[in-house]
């Protein structure tokens, strides 16, 4: 038993199905709100992995949800960013949404509610940490936001938005490991017609399982930027920051 789920497999009086019984009070806390179709819920929170042991179909999962929940985070998120910036461009503002809306982001806060405790994963899913794994937990995320939006409306679903993604907003686009350094690099060679940068490995040390890459960035074919990193992506995305830092502060 989990603090907050009641997660039984149990044979029905009619039936050998495996049961799904989830603590509803436990849920409405985590959530502040209560579902009038309590069905709904449990979808959101039903993982396909589970689906053969309860004899479903991949349309019982919540998958369809989080399609739905996709859109609708979408939708709050652009009109949040469209109505707090006035002044910034297209391209800005699409790429403070894809920040907020990224499985990281979402996986962050799904996991701060400890929204994986609550989830019906198979055995072996959660043998193998599906429970905090990045992809459940941000698809989960999102499942529930559908759920809302069907059984509350958009404005139930925006305030849950508003009080566990956008209120950390200006956190979240302050902190270093939540930017895209490569991006920005981009945009700004692009906006003065320079051309995208490029980069180059200047240097591999270290064996193969600890190995640190050098890696230089150009703009115009001059070293605008040097990073290191225990990855090429990592010490690209440094070389960009460094440069970034010099040509943009």
Do not use: C
């Amino acid at each position: 038993m989990f603090n907050w789920l009641t997660q039984l497999f149990r044979n029905s009086t009619t039936s050998n199905t495996p049961v799904f019984e989830v603590d509803h009070n436990s849920l409405e806390k985590l959530f502040k709100y209560s579902f009038s179709d309590r069905q709904i819920i449990e979808q959101a929170l039903k993982h396909r992995s589970v689906l053969p042991t309860l004899q479903e179909s991949r349309v019982e999962s919540n998958e369809r949800l989080e399609l739905l929940g996709d859109a609708v985070l979408g939708l709050v998120v652009t009109e949040f960013l469209y109505t707090q910036f006035p002044e910034k461009e297209e391209g800005k503002l699409t790429e403070m949404k894809s920040l907020l809306v990224s499985r990281k982001i979402l996986a962050k806060v799904g996991n701060r509610l400890k929204l994986g405790e609550y989830m019906l994963l198979s055995e072996a899913e959660v043998r193998s940490g599906g429970r905090t794994r990045i992809s459940i937990v941000a698809d989960a995320m999102e499942s529930v936001i559908g759920a809302m939006y069907l059984d509350g409306g958009l404005e139930i679903a925006r305030q849950f938005i508003i009080e566990n993604i956008l209120h950390d907003f200006e956190k979240i686009m302050n902190e270093d490991q939540h930017k895209n350094f490569k991006s920005i690099l981009l945009e700004h060679a692009q906006g003065n017609n320079f051309g995208p940068p490029t980069y180059k490995i200047r240097d591999e040390n270290g064996p193969d399982h600890k190995k640190i890459f050098t890696v230089e960035v150009f703009i115009q074919h001059k070293i605008v930027g040097i990073g290191k990193g225990k990855s090429k992506k990592h010490a690209e995305q440094n070389a960009a920051k460094d440069a970034i830092e010099k040509l943009l502060i």
